[in-house]
């Protein structure tokens, strides 16, 4: 690949690499396209992501407006059954993940590793025994909000009201850490950050942020909430949504400052990535990561930080796969 030295582009083909976030099969219930077949639409299908070197991607299941609050089941239940369709048609390539020895798996079989996500609580409709049962379909990640207020916490758009977990969303925390399922605080409030960092007895994860430090978006985390997340034994995705990167013309360099920024805050075993992919517009990509298969670029361009080997495949993959494996099983 252009631009990638053969060090680097043998260290991705080797590592295990984990993206715990894209809004992909949305993306392909919008666009009528399919995981199987290479598009030049959007930034994942699976001819790409095993081009990039992909060996676990998390596949989100995020609720729009339009069907809440009634319909936010139903909905959630359609997106479920695009994916397992996805998931029967391309069994040669992709087999779900519902413990870290599946992504192990997926590795040694040269195929994608899928996790279920669902992004916003909204998607249980206020019942523990709704979480039950999107475990038993295989989810195994919760983002607890989208930036809306929801029955178990407020999102960043009602960060002004300092209002954090509800009593439900304690209940759900604390059921997921039974169950064995991934906590996800992108999006949530400060209060709710810090409310739920008290309640976990597992690692949580912040799915797709970057460092408010070297760019003041508010999806972004202060290095005292990097520090917080990691003291869990959590994680940390760093994104490659633009605006999140740089407040104009974002480039691959300043999202490598943000990976080496917070590897220096919370720690070398805390770092990982959560692209985003096809959750935000595709016109405005990184022009060195237009899409999944370009992601050795990174590999090299943390190599060329000075990063080392070690340091970059635990970034990679290896520090997803270690939370995965003790938040999940």
Same mark, same amino acid.
């Given at each position: ?159 002004? +009201?300092? /209002?954090? %977990?509800? $009593?439900?969303?304690? !209940?759900? @925390? ?5 169950? #064995? ?117 990174? +590999?090299? /361009?943390? %190599?060329? $930080?000075?990063?080392? !080997?070690? @340091? ?5 993959? #290896? ?11």
């Amino acid at each position: 690949m252009k631009g990638v030295s053969p060090e680097a582009l043998e260290l991705h083909r080797r590592a295990i690499v984990c993206d715990a976030h894209c809004d992909t099969i949305l993306e392909l219930d919008r666009r009528g396209r399919t995981l199987g077949e290479r598009s030049n639409l959007g930034h994942v299908d699976l001819p790409r992501l095993l081009e990039g070197g992909v060996t676990a991607q998390v596949f989100a299941l995020y609720v729009e407006d339009v069907y809440l609050p009634a319909h936010a089941v139903r909905r959630t239940l359609q997106l479920l059954d695009r994916f397992y369709c996805e998931l029967a048609a391309n069994g040669d390539r992709m087999l779900l993940a519902t413990c870290a020895a599946d992504i192990r798996r997926a590795k040694e079989e040269g195929k994608v590793a899928a996790i279920l996500g669902l992004e916003g609580g909204e998607a249980l409709d206020g019942t523990l025994a709704s979480l039950r049962m999107y475990h038993r379909l295989g989810v195994r990640l919760l983002t607890l909000t989208w930036n809306r207020r929801n029955a178990l916490a407020d999102g960043l758009d009602e960060a002004r +009201t300092e /209002g954090g %977990l509800t $009593r439900f969303g304690v !209940e759900v @925390v604390k059921e997921m850490n039974r169950l #064995g399922m991934l906590v996800d605080l992108a999006h949530l409030s400060p209060a709710g950050l810090a409310d739920v960092l008290q309640v976990t007895t597992s690692p949580v994860i912040v799915s797709h942020a970057n460092a408010q430090a070297l760019c003041n978006h508010c999806r972004n985390l202060s290095d005292e909430q990097l520090r917080a997340v990691a003291l869990t034994g959590g994680w940390i995705g760093a994104t490659f949504v633009p605006h999140f990167i740089a407040p104009q013309n974002a480039t691959l360099d300043h999202l490598l400052e943000h990976i080496v920024h917070m590897v220096r805050v919370a720690g070398e075993d805390h770092v990982g990535l959560g692209s985003d992919h096809d959750g935000f517009n595709f016109q405005e990509t990184l022009a060195d990561l237009p899409d999944v298969s370009y992601l050795p670029r990174l +590999t090299d /361009g943390l %190599l060329r $930080r000075g990063l080392s !080997e070690r @340091v970059v495949d635990k970034v990679l993959g #290896g520090n997803f796969l270690r939370v995965f494996e003790e938040a999940v099983g």
